[in-house]
């Protein structure tokens, strides 16, 4: 069935960019976008962190900040969802325009800021869907003024962690001035160390899994010290990666040289070797999140053979429409069948041995 998020999905991207994604997210609220009957395959189910995913394909951080359509994009076929990032405070983030298409590219570039309702707000939007099924991860971001990073972070467990699905720490987003440094050796171990304890507190029975959301820009000595800080400090996950301030050659759109974070198409390989990076320096035993230029079954099946759990999406929805999950679901299936698996868990990571 061709959904109204792809029939619009055309005239959507005649809009400024910002102006269509809150159409869309308008559209879900409403119930205006039918829900789509996504076939669950067992080959493509994945038991993690206690949780069971029907499918590795999630909703990636940034669509749905405020947790306003968590059940609605679960609803077009998504296996999991990803709300935020959610900072304490409520903050309006930077000053518009902050999200450009680059069609030709497949690309997106953005410097939202951590635009959000805060995480009172978010809140009240877990507890309203109260103990539906599906998975929710939820992202923490910090506020913009904090200087002590770790104290935002463990009010966003506070406030959050009894309702998510899984809990992610994001120090990777471009466009909070410091936030990446956060990704260093010892602060990274303060703040995980910190982080951990404080949910730890907050949830000490049935505790949703800790992941940190890692850049893509990252040295090799970057790599090597997260995988110690991750290995050592409780983190049960990883996310690989967000968008990256590159800009790799061969980019055509016009708005290419705006500043802010690249997502789509040019981050995959970038994001991808990251991904591999960490999966070998981890000796593959934390589980990643692979996201980052996912478009199509190819690309997803190439992040989880890199060492990839689970993957996300969110550029590649702007310009194919929610469509593609099920597209990526079945093409992924096929792509096991072909190859003579029965499972996703016998692929991960098979690119490394
Ligand atoms: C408009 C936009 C906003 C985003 N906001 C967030 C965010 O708030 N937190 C976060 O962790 N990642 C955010 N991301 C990054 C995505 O979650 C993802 O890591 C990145 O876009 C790479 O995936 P993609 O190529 O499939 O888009 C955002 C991405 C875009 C395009």
Known sequence: M??????????????????????ALRALRCGIVPARHVPRDPMLAVRLWGLDFPNPVGLAAGFDKDADVPDAMLGQGFGFVEVGSITPLPQPGNARPRLFRLPGDGAIINRMGFNNKGAEA???????????????????????ETQDAASDYAKGIKLLAPYASYIVVNVSSPNTPGLRTLQGR?????LMRTVRSALDEVVPTNTPPLLLKIAPDLSD??????????????????????????????????????????????????????????????????PIIGVGGIYDAETAYAKIRAGATLVQLYSALVYQGTGLVEQIVRGLAERLRADGFSSISEVVGIDHR
């Open 2 to 23: 061709t959904g109204i998020y792809n029939l619009i999905g055309p005239a959507l991207r005649c809009l400024d960019p910002e102006m269509a994604h809150g159409l």
């Open 186 to 190: 010892e602060p990274l171990q303060v």
């Open 221 to 286: 000595e970057d790599k090597t010290d997260i995988a110690e800080v991750i290995l050592s400090c409780g983190v049960d996950g990883l996310i690989a990666t967000n968008t990256t301030i590159d800009r790799p050659e061969g980019l055509t759109g016009h708005e290419r040289t705006q500043t802010g974070g690249l997502s789509g198409k040019p981050v995959f390989d970038l994001s991808t070797r990251v991904l591999a990076d960490m999966y070998r320096l981890c000796d593959g035993k934390i």
């Open 122 to 144: 978010a809140r009240r939007q877990l507890v309203k869907r109260g103990g539906r099924p599906g998975i929710v991860g939820v992202n923490l971001g910090k506020n913009k």
